[in-house]
């Protein structure tokens, strides 16, 4: 099958889309694989050189600390002083997911087992963990010091979880996943992982952006599953996507089907990993400079959602880059580019109709039934946010089982990754998340 691109536009954005998303395969590191779930857990002790320097303090907020750009999760949670332990869980069709988890706050001790409320954080498209840690009053370490058990969640395919029991990340079929087998899959391989290890009978989960659409996938297709959460909290989720204005669904969306048949053609398998070529260039030449962050040094998590960096010290956005974007599948960008043109919906993956028949018994693909979500449900929002749109989310409060309530966060100007970046995040949205958990 051949495909025609007469658009100039569209042909530009082919061309540049494919020069920053290039991943030779030769840069895949292989990794022993196992079935085994491996856990390691270290205490605030020197197993890793603390990042911690003298604390600057700028117009009343601590100053990001630019060694963290180059930390992975564990050191910088270390360096902030906090416990951790790193643990292994195996989804249910073998991929190898890292967890990270902060079972207490800085300078306490240990719950009982059976006394600790554990909260899930699931980041969202071409994130990792690292987005809850990074400011310095992240959510991550709020909820430790407000006495919560911390789990932080790695997509699969991104820089934590890209293993697998039995595959290669240079093998094609590693890569044929999108959120719905992270929903169907991996998110009901966490919460039973989660609730094993803490002893208890429910735990708290947090999302943004993709990590919403995991876990209501997830509750759709596994409803008993919802008796296990007592409350979800919605940070931006993504859902539909019909009134979308960021740039990855305007301007990519609609040739989506021709970018995937170029990047099967050369290729290319991982969409955005945080060591491809341009993200490495990006790393090493661009600074905090403003205009260069609003040109060719703009990170592709701000680029594809049209974000500005409202409310954000530009001190952290190296630190950001540094971690972001941590990749995924290309059909994972492509399933969010078909529900956005099929209008107001939450469809399943469209693998063409001899396919859909094969797989869904139907010729099209099917919806996923928000109304079985029945936990507890608390959506934030942005007024300014272009990925999630206001209207998407009102169509969304409309088919939750069980939403308890949706709150509009006060600033006018907030946008889809202030959620995560902001300095007002803390006040405009922790700490009002935090009455909500139990």
């Known amino acids: 099958m051949t495909y025609k691109i007469t658009n100039t536009c569209g042909c530009f954005l082919l061309m540049l889309t494919l020069i920053c998303n290039y991943q030779c395969s030769d840069v895949f590191v292989t990794q022993p694989n196992g079935t085994a779930v491996t856990a390691h857990t270290w205490e605030r002790t020197g197993n890793f050189r603390s990042a911690r320097e003298k604390r600057l303090y700028v117009q009343g907020r601590t100053r990001p600390n630019p060694k963290e750009a180059s930390l992975n999760t564990v050191q910088i949670i270390n360096g902030r002083g906090y416990p951790f332990e790193t643990h292994s869980v195996i989804s249910y069709d073998g991929y190898v997911l890292e967890l990270h988890r902060i079972p207490y706050g800085k300078g306490k001790k240990m719950a009982p087992k059976f006394s600790r409320r554990p909260v899930f954080l699931q980041h969202g498209l071409m994130g990792s963990d690292n987005v809850w840690i990074l400011l310095p009053d992240a959510l991550a370490?709020?909820?430790?010091?407000?006495?919560?058990?911390?789990?932080?969640?790695?997509?699969?395919?991104?820089?934590?979880?890209?293993?697998?029991?039995?595959?290669?990340?240079?093998?094609?079929?590693?890569?044929?996943?999108?959120?719905?087998?992270?929903?169907?899959?991996?998110?009901?391989?966490?919460?039973?992982?989660?609730?094993?290890?803490?002893?208890?009978?429910?735990?708290?989960?947090?999302?943004?952006?993709?990590?919403?659409?995991?876990?209501?996938?997830?509750?759709?297709?596994?409803?008993?599953?919802n008796e296990k959460i007592?409350?979800?909290?919605?940070?931006?989720?993504?859902?539909?996507?019909?009134?979308?204005?960021?740039?990855?669904m305007v301007k990519q969306a609609p040739f989506a089907p021709q970018i995937k048949f170029v990047f099967d053609l050369i290729g290319v398998r991982a969409y955005q990993p945080v060591d491809s070529f341009w993200n490495n260039l990006r790393k090493q030449y661009c600074g905090p400079h403003l205009f260069l962050r609003y040109s060719l040094c703009q990170n592709t998590l701000f680029s594809?959602?049209?974000?500005?960096?409202?409310?954000?010290?530009?001190?952290?956005?190296?630190?950001?880059?540094?971690?972001?974007?941590?990749?995924?599948?290309?059909?994972?960008?492509?399933?969010?580019?078909?529900?956005?043109?099929?209008?107001?919906?939450?469809?399943?993956?469209?693998?063409?109709?001899?396919?859909?028949?094969?797989?869904y018994g139907q010729t099209t693909p099917p919806t996923y039934d928000l109304s079985k979500v029945t936990s507890n449900v608390f959506i934030f929002w942005g007024q300014n946010d272009k990925v999630s749109a206001p209207q998407d989310i009102a169509w969304l409060e409309t088919k939750l089982g069980n939403l308890r309530n949706s709150i509009m966060i006060e600033d006018p100007l907030w946008n889809h990754f202030s959620f995560l970046f902001a300095t007002d995040a803390k006040r405009l949205v922790y700490d009002k998340l935090i009455p909500f958990l139990p």
């Not at 429910?202 to 996938?217: L, N, P, V």
């Not at 007592?230 to 990855?248: E, H, N, Y």
Request: with cysteine; net charge negative.
């Open 230 to 248: 007592d409350v979800m909290i919605a940070l931006a989720p993504a859902v539909s996507m019909a009134k979308s204005t960021a740039p990855l």
């Open 304 to 359: 594809s959602s049209g974000d500005d960096y409202h409310s954000i010290d530009l001190n952290l956005l190296p630190i950001i880059d540094g971690h972001n974007p941590a990749g995924t599948s290309v059909n994972t960008a492509v399933h969010y580019a078909q529900n956005y043109i099929a209008g107001q919906t939450f469809q399943r993956f469209d693998f063409g109709r001899q396919e859909n028949l094969l797989r």
């Open 141 to 225: 370490f709020t909820l430790a010091d407000a006495g919560y058990d911390v789990w932080l969640g790695n997509a699969r395919g991104n820089t934590y979880s890209r293993r697998h029991v039995s595959l290669d990340p240079s093998q094609e079929e590693y890569w044929n996943f999108s959120f719905d087998e992270m929903g169907n899959y991996d998110i009901p391989a966490i919460i039973n992982f989660v609730l094993s290890k803490t002893g208890g009978r429910q735990m708290s989960y947090i999302g943004h952006s993709m990590g919403c659409t995991m876990f209501f996938i997830c509750m759709s297709l596994h409803p008993e599953l």
